[in-house]
């Protein structure tokens, strides 16, 4: 029986309960005003109504807006029975307790988790000094923490704990950006599941999972852990993460809280320079980096982290119009606003506060409830305070925000619930738990090239020489962000492939990590021996992810040179491109016959390649982030705006366009092949306008499968506003299925779309609809248009919100 079962249950008066939160001797009655303080609980996180005209101080500047924040009357009813029970516990608690609901400490490092949870450090959960861990874990271990804190504080106020969680826990499946190039919001969905299933039987309440970061810089090491390039494709990753991470009761102990990160514009680091500040133009900002935020709020996200970086001068952790004004104001969100790891402290280095108290006050008055590591809260927000008594109220509305999303996980009625040893140890890495990841893998990868049908292989292919080290490095596949990912639960390329074929020669031949061309020649001559060479190239782990910039985009090590000798022995070669970014590769398409993009796939990496390479699996996925020629070229977003001299081959015309090199990508946006092929119709339309004030607007095509294979096809819309008060990009993605078509199989994929979804941000600092022409293009990638057409809107009328937030409902018959 649950602790708070045991106890008597009951509404109380905000004075007794207000008592009741006092610890006793006895230990347990901050437990019996907690157990009464959830009973009544009647809210829930994210509640936005929309539509409430008024003027506001917009981000950066000042204009008529439509503030999308829940009016008074309709949400948030105070006083509330359960507004009075948290602000009953609020005004038992001492200026310290206040301020020890905002710190997050380190119970361990990400490498030695639960390593510093020591005397002293309970000591302080004792005094009500700490309001949450993070690289903790362990249903036991994590149980007896939160015993001190319910049993041994003065209030009992649970703690609650984190970890970065953010491509699974022990079962780890594809790297974030592979993931993403399976086009399938289900395929995150079912990760975010399947890992707040396992993180929550391990004590774990809360990830900092998704990164929804829009990344157009491939230079940046954390492309590895978004979704790529898109606006619109980003923002149905991020709903789909939120939706399975935290399911539809945040309360169930099998789901945690979101922690969608970086807020701001982390991805627009100048340079790809990890933490560099971001230059981006307001709406650059509010259609491209703000979408995906913008769509993980309205699925719900519990919290949100700051990016590290400034954006156009203003440290995101102390912007205060972007946070407090925008997040909070304007999209009327009320969750847990999370810094980044001592971002509150690196104001100081940022150069925009003089002392640790001015830090502490410029992120409060930001509206940034919870300090990560830094202890800048803990030891100097008291003395910001006494300097600026304004902070109180900031201080109350931050401890209510937490206290809320503690009470929302259920942890003031049964704080243990999350600490069930024998199901920890039954959910773990289970075989549906792989099978998943099996299945999430093989959607990931990209087939960028296949001449002369060299894949899928055939079963009697004859003798196969696997070279490089990254077929055999399994840990690796786990990627930057492993959680209790194992290296012992990979299996490899080498592993899988000797499993399944009978004659595999396997040599490492070159390393990512090596300037040592050794190994070369005894590649070549296993190469010469065999009948096909699978050459697994590319970049280990440690090549992207934080901190992992490069300004370089090339094969790293020795890897080319491998390639050429590999090349040079004329036998059909088949690269199996791995790593955690777009790489400038133009070598490995003019030598190999087929490219298979494979990122870092998980534990089940090894199988996923090997059906995929033998046609089990047909390969269908498409790439989310533009393969530069070279890294010259970056940024190399397809989305970008048409300039007065669009690129034109002939450089005897002065254009928008390098001389050295053609204009376009390697490999496009929304590319990737299949082992079948397939042919589009005409686009019907429901209408040939739409009124601007609410309107819809259905594209129909019919897709067929043309060739012998089933395989699946990623059927993309896109639009563009020919002529608009600002210059619109030349292509936006704005809805995308990917269907499964058998051998000469026919359907016919809808996309509806409101009029709310062709809006820009206009001059004015407003979401408009304006009247016109808009195209449409449906097609098989960014750069493989196969349908065209238009359709006028009719009018104008103000927008919602950013328009890539908004999904398109998609039909497929
Ligand atoms: C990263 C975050 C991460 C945090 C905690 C920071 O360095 O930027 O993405 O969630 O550390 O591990």
Request: proline share 6%; with cysteine.
């Amino acid at each position: 029986m649950s602790i708070a079962a045991a106890l008597p249950s009951g509404d109380c008066d905000r004075s007794v309960c207000g008592q009741a939160h006092e610890k006793s001797a006895g230990g347990d009655i901050g437990m019996r005003a907690s157990a009464s303080l959830v009973a009544i609980s009647l809210f829930t996180v994210a509640a936005f109504p929309t539509g409430v005209r008024g003027e506001v101080m917009a981000f950066g500047e000042t204009v008529p807006q439509v503030i999308d924040r829940p009016s008074p009357e309709v949400a948030s009813p105070d006083p509330s029975p359960i507004r009075l029970d948290i602000d009953s516990l609020i005004e038992r608690m001492t200026l310290a307790e206040k301020i020890g609901q905002l710190v997050q400490r380190m119970g361990g490092r990400s490498k030695a988790l639960n390593s510093r949870l020591g005397p002293d450090e309970l000591e302080k959960v004792r005094r009500g000094e700490v309001g949450s861990y993070l690289h903790v874990a362990g249903a036991a271990p994590l149980r007896e923490l939160q015993r001190v804190a319910v049993e041994e504080s003065r209030l009992g106020i649970p703690l609650l704990f984190a970890m970065d969680v953010v491509h699974g826990y022990r079962t780890i499946f594809p790297v974030p950006l592979a993931m993403s190039a399976s086009w399938d919001p289900q395929v995150m969905e079912d990760h975010a599941r399947i890992a707040a299933r396992e993180s929550a039987a391990a004590g774990l309440h809360w990830t900092f999972a998704p990164m929804v970061d829009v990344a157009r810089d491939p230079r940046w090491g954390r492309i590895v852990e978004g979704a790529g390039e898109d606006a619109y494709l980003g923002s149905r990753m991020a709903e789909a993460q939120v939706r399975g991470f935290q399911g539809s009761d945040l309360g169930a102990a099998d789901t945690i809280m979101a922690g969608t990160k970086h807020f701001g514009a982390y991805g627009a680091a100048e340079g790809g320079r990890d933490y560099a500040g971001a230059e981006v133009g307001m709406r650059t900002m509010q259609e491209v980096y703000l979408a995906p935020f913008r769509a993980a709020a309205e699925a719900g996200t519990a919290s949100y982290m700051t990016a590290f970086n400034a954006l156009d001068g203003v440290p995101t952790t102390g912007n205060e119009a972007l946070l407090r004004t925008m997040l909070r104001d304007q999209w009327g969100w009320e969750g847990l606003l999370l810094s980044d790891w001592r971002a509150v402290e690196e104001l100081l280095a940022h150069g925009v506060a003089g002392t640790r108290s001015d830090a502490a006050g410029l992120a409060l008055r930001a509206s940034v409830d919870m300090d990560m590591v830094a202890d800048v809260y803990a030891a100097d927000l008291a003395a910001a305070i006494a300097t600026d008594p304004a902070l109180l109220p900031m201080l109350d509305q931050a401890v209510r925000r937490i206290l809320t999303v503690k009470r929302d996980l259920g942890l003031f009625d049964d704080p243990y619930k999350y600490h069930d040893t024998q199901r920890e140890a039954a959910v773990m890495l289970s075989a549906d738990h792989r099978a998943a990841a099996r299945a999430s893998a093989e959607r990931s990868i990209v087939l960028l090239k296949n001449e002369g049908n060299v894949l899928p292989l055939a079963r009697d292919a004859g003798r196969i020489a696997l070279i490089g080290a990254l077929a055999d490095d399994a840990l690796s596949q786990l990627g930057s962000w492993r959680a209790r990912g194992q290296a012992e639960d990979v299996v490899t390329l080498r592993a899988a492939l000797e499993a399944a074929h009978p004659d595999v020669r396997y040599v490492p031949g070159a390393d990512s990590r090596s300037d040592d061309p050794s190994g070369i020649a005894a590649a070549v001559a296993a190469a010469r021996q065999s009948d096909i060479i699978v050459a697994a190239l590319g970049e280990d782990f440690d090549w992207s992810g934080e901190a992992r910039s490069r300004s370089s985009l090339d094969l790293p090590g020795r890897q080319r040179e491998l390639l050429a000798a590999l090349a040079a022995t004329g036998k059909p070669l088949v690269v199996v491109l791995m790593g955690g970014r777009p790489l400038a590769i133009p070598e490995v398409d003019a030598q190999a016959d087929a490219v298979l993009a494979t990122w870092l796939l998980g534990v089940e990496a090894g199988p996923a390649i090997v059906n995929t390479l033998f046609g089990d699996n047909n390969p269908g996925g498409r790439l989310t982030a533009s393969f530069p020629r070279s890294v010259g070229q970056v940024p190399a977003n397809y989305d970008h705006l048409p300039s007065g001299r669009p690129a034109d081959p002939d450089i005897a015309k002065d254009t928008a366009r390098y001389m050295d090199q053609p204009i376009t990508p390697l490999y496009a946006f929304g590319h990737g092949l299949s082992y079948t092929t397939a042919g589009y119709g005409p686009i019907a339309l429901s209408g040939k306008s739409i009124a601007a004030a609410g309107g819809t607007v259905t594209v129909t095509v019919p897709v067929t499968n043309t060739g012998i294979l089933a395989g699946d096809e990623v059927v993309q819309l896109y639009m563009r506003d020919p002529v608009a008060s600002v210059s619109r990009p030349v292509q936006q993605l704005r809805g995308f299925a990917r269907i499964r078509l058998e051998p000469g199989e026919s359907r016919s994929v809808s996309f509806t779309l409101t009029a709310a979804q062709f809006a820009l941000w206009s001059a004015a600092g407003e979401w408009q609809v304006e009247p016109g022409e808009i195209e449409l293009m449906v097609g098989s990638a960014s750069n493989d248009i196969r349908a065209r057409t238009t359709v006028t809107i009719t009018g104008s009328a103000p927008g919602t919100i950013a328009p890539a937030a908004i999904p398109t409902v998609v039909a497929v018959r």
